[in-house]
């Protein structure tokens, strides 16, 4: 079952304008992430946010978190033709073994000229 | 991406054979996972493993074994694959806990 789910499921922008994901989960965790797919490729980790931590920016991107609501969002400025890819929330459990990361369905993010 | 790697690519198999994919990083890490991507499902965890021989199930196990004898490898077999069966298959490192995963470039698996 998913942990994460995000809104919008697709999202269609022109380049120079602004991008914003939403993430929404259901138990308690340690941190989330977000991650990049490009089409046939592999999942890139982009930013990781700690319970603990409300805010957090790494070059175009920022990412809130607001655990009291369950919910986060990523915000990706002046886009790209290139940022075209879906994106992915994660939620990460540490066990007793391992830090667990349940993945959302996605966005996916068109950036058109 | 640098340091792990999937084989193979690509496969077709045919329905009740066994296959095994290959996960193989060369940084040393203790923690590996396997993940399927199915269409509207997201990534879905399979196996982990947090060191040489000790594994543990994820939520998607069933028909699923994992076997890790070596730090660099960690194996998946399906023991016998079934339609239901045919998806991407990705390999993820965790490097550091405050780093995310790092994932391999996937198997795209198809049981007929």
């Known amino acids: 079952s998913q942990q994460g789910e995000e809104d919008p499921q697709a999202l269609s922008i022109q380049e120079g304008e602004n991008a914003t994901m939403n993430c929404s989960y259901k138990?308690?965790?340690?941190?989330l992430q977000w991650y990049r797919q490009n089409s046939g490729r592999g999942l890139v980790h982009l930013i990781l946010?700690?319970?603990?931590?409300r805010e957090k920016h790494s070059g175009r991107l920022r990412v809130t978190l607001d655990t009291s609501k369950k919910s986060s969002s990523l915000l990706i400025t002046a886009s790209r033709a290139a940022d075209t890819a879906s994106y992915f929330c994660?939620?990460?459990?540490?066990?007793?073994?391992?830090?667990?990361?349940?993945f959302g369905t996605g966005t996916r993010l068109q950036v058109t000229l | 991406d640098a340091g792990i790697t999937q084989s193979p690519r690509h496969k077709v198999t045919e329905t009740g054979t066994p296959v095994t994919l290959r996960c193989h990083q060369t940084?040393?890490?203790?923690?590996m996972y396997w993940y399927r991507q199915d269409p509207g499902h997201g990534l879905r965890l399979i196996h982990y493993?947090?060191?040489?021989?000790?594994?543990d199930k994820g939520e998607v196990s069933d028909g699923y074994s994992v076997s890790r004898s070596k730090t660099e490898d960690f194996l998946l077999t399906l023991e016998s694959a079934t339609s239901s069966q045919t998806s991407v298959y990705f390999c993820?490192?965790?490097?550091?806990?405050?780093?995310?995963?790092?994932f391999g470039s996937g198997t795209r698996l198809t049981v007929v």
């Open positions: 994660a939620t990460a459990v540490n066990t007793g073994t391992a830090s667990k990361l349940t």
């Open positions: 138990t308690s965790i340690n941190n």
């Open positions: 946010i700690r319970s603990n931590e």
């Open positions: 940084e040393n890490h203790r923690y």
């Open positions: 493993s947090y060191g040489v021989k000790d594994t």
């Open positions: 993820a490192i965790e490097r550091d806990r405050s780093d995310g995963y790092t």
